[in-house]
Nanobody
Framework: VKFVEFGGRTVPPGGSLRLSCAASGSISDIHILAWYRQAPGKKREWVGSVTGDVATYRDSVKGRFTITRDNAWNTVYLQMDSLMSEDAATYYC????????WGEGTQVTVSP
């Protein structure tokens, strides 16, 4: 299974954005799906993950980001609200444990 991320664009601080991650095959048997991000000059970091209907998040996005999965459409979503400048990054999805292959990601810019 390979993932393609899309939906990134420029949004103002405080804005909202929903990212999508479409899988090339079924995700029904994938236990944990996750979103990651990488800002310029920084290492890729885990943002959050979803197991069934239960999601967990890094502290900096708790209460602002929501991850959901739709097994029928083989898609994982990342709803981002109250965006801040430090959320600007390229966002990726993958399973846990990670596939060695990473998609191209989708870029999120937070700017007035």
């Amino acid at each position: 299974v390979k993932f393609v991320e899309f939906g990134g664009r420029t949004v103002p601080p405080g804005g909202s954005l929903r990212l999508s991650c479409a899988a090339s095959g079924s995700i029904s048997d994938i236990h944990i799906l996750a979103w990651y991000r990488q800002a310029p000059g920084k290492k890729r970091e885990w943002v959050g993950s979803v197991t069934g209907d239960v999601a967990t998040y890094r502290d900096s996005v708790k209460g602002r980001f929501t991850i959901t999965r739709d097994n029928a459409w083989n898609t994982v979503y990342l709803q981002m609200d109250s965006l801040m400048s430090e959320d600007a990054a390229t966002y990726y999805c993958n399973k846990i444990p990670n596939y060695s292959y990473w998609g191209e990601g989708t870029q999120v810019t937070v700017s007035p």
